[in-house]
């Protein structure tokens, strides 16, 4: 038991904990741990896990999103999806997963990304129009509203967070690997599956 404790408490595992609650001091005490998964990769490559603590960051400054319910079990699964995935991918291949699971907190958080048209004159963009952001802000513009200093993304950036936000993350990892003319061919299969549910990803993955 100890040795799993010490083994558990090692930051970014997966596991399950057992808690008895001793009534005459109203104190919790762990009784058993059940070990998921604990993401050995991320503790051996610095990029993986400061990619991570900014999840983590993330999750605690905004009290978990402020969600509650069924909200809350998405983000933890979601959360969950991205630990997984930023395991098994190369370190390079984390800023990825960092945009995604950014793009789907923000969606549960009540600000979904939505890049098709300009917030400040409303005209619709086109695919091949880049927009353009504040720094500290959530809104986008087109290029004729654009002000000076703002963060131009270009229209490749912007096509690929619009088209891959709704994808499930595990088919959408394998991407990052693939050439450019099997990733079209990929994106042209997972149209028809993309209400895939994450249920299929949990018998796929374990
Ligand atoms: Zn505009």
């Not at 319910?69 to 960092?98: I, K, S």
Request: aromatic fraction near 12%; proline fraction near 5%; hydrophobic fraction near 40%.
């Amino acid at each position: 038991m100890k040795s799993r404790l010490r083994v558990a408490s090692e930051p970014f595992g997966y596991i399950k904990v057992y808690l008895y609650h001793e009534p005459v001091k109203n104190q919790y005490k762990i009784t058993d741990i059940e070990i998921y998964d604990l993401f050995a990769t991320i503790r051996l490559s610095v990029v993986k896990f400061y990619t991570v603590s900014l999840w983590a960051e993330i999750c605690l400054r905004s009290y978990g999103g402020g969600l509650g319910g069924e909200e809350a079990q998405r983000f933890f699964q979601l959360l969950l999806d991205a630990l997984v995935w930023v395991d098994r991918l190369p370190a390079e291949r984390a800023v990825f997963v960092t945009l995604q699971f950014l793009v789907r907190f923000l969606a549960l958080a009540g600000y979904p990304l939505d890049l098709s048209s300009c917030h400040d004159c409303g005209r619709d963009l086109s695919l091949q129009e880049p927009v353009f952001a504040e720094a500290r802000d959530i809104s986008w513009c087109c290029a004729q509203c654009a002000r000076p200093g703002m963060i131009k993304i270009p229209a490749g950036a912007r096509r690929y967070l619009e088209k891959t936000q709704m994808m499930p993350i595990p088919p959408l990892s394998s991407i990052f690997r693939m050439s450019t003319k099997r990733r079209m061919q990929a994106r042209r299969g997972w149209k028809s599956q993309a209400t895939c549910k994450h249920s299929s990803r949990e018998s796929s993955d374990r």
